[in-house]
């Protein structure tokens, strides 16, 4: 008997593999889609004045900011006025109680203040890939002013804000 059940058994499964030989299809399309979401990244590297000597002359900086933005992302570049400025057209590092003048440009000519759009210029672009970053210098000037000139000595700092709308 037990012989009779394995012969009943394979030629089930034969005739089940005969009838998915034969089997009829149905086919239907599967929709795939995505939403890609523009969006910019952006680092800024220390902009460090070399050392000031009041009556020397003007001293220059510069350092750089990377902006990288989904291609074709349109987007806008604003510096603040800084923590110790009252409007990006003056802007203030400080030591204690003590300021010094200084500002910041989009040109190595230094003549375009960099700012928020309104107080000084901002820089547009459009993005070209979140792998290709876009380059943007910034030229720092303290100038040999005679309220420069008048700060004691010491270690003077600020801290602008960067900021990207896009």
């Known amino acids: 008997m037990t012989h ?3 012969l009943a058994a394979a030629a089930l499964t034969l005739l089940s593999l005969t009838s998915l030989v034969g089997a009829d299809q149905v086919s239907t399309p599967l929709n795939v889609t995505a939403s890609l979401r ?3 990244l952006v680092e800024a590297q220390s902009l460090d004045f070399p050392e000031y000597t009041p009556g020397a002359g003007d001293v220059h900086s ?3 900011i990377a902006v990288r933005c989904s291609k074709g992302t349109a987007y806008s570049v604003t510096l603040d006025e800084g923590v110790h400025g009252t409007s990006a057209e003056a802007r203030r590092m400080t030591n204690g109680a003590e300021s010094l003048a200084y500002q910041l440009y989009l040109d190595a000519a ?5 700012g928020d759009g309104v107080n000084g210029s901002a820089v547009s672009g459009e993005g070209k890939g ?7 210098k910034v030229y720092g000037r303290l100038p040999d002013t005679d309220e420069n ?3 004691p000595e010491g270690e003077y ?3 602008i ?3 990207v709308t896009f």
């Open 110 to 114: 230094r003549t375009t203040v960099w």
């Open 157 to 159: 700092s600020d801290v």
């Open 4 to 6: 009779h059940y394995k």
């Open 130 to 136: 979140m792998a290709q970053p876009i380059l943007n």
């Open 149 to 151: 000139r008048d700060s």
């Open 38 to 40: 523009g969006n910019c």
């Open 161 to 163: 804000t960067v900021t």
């Open 62 to 64: 510069e350092s750089t």
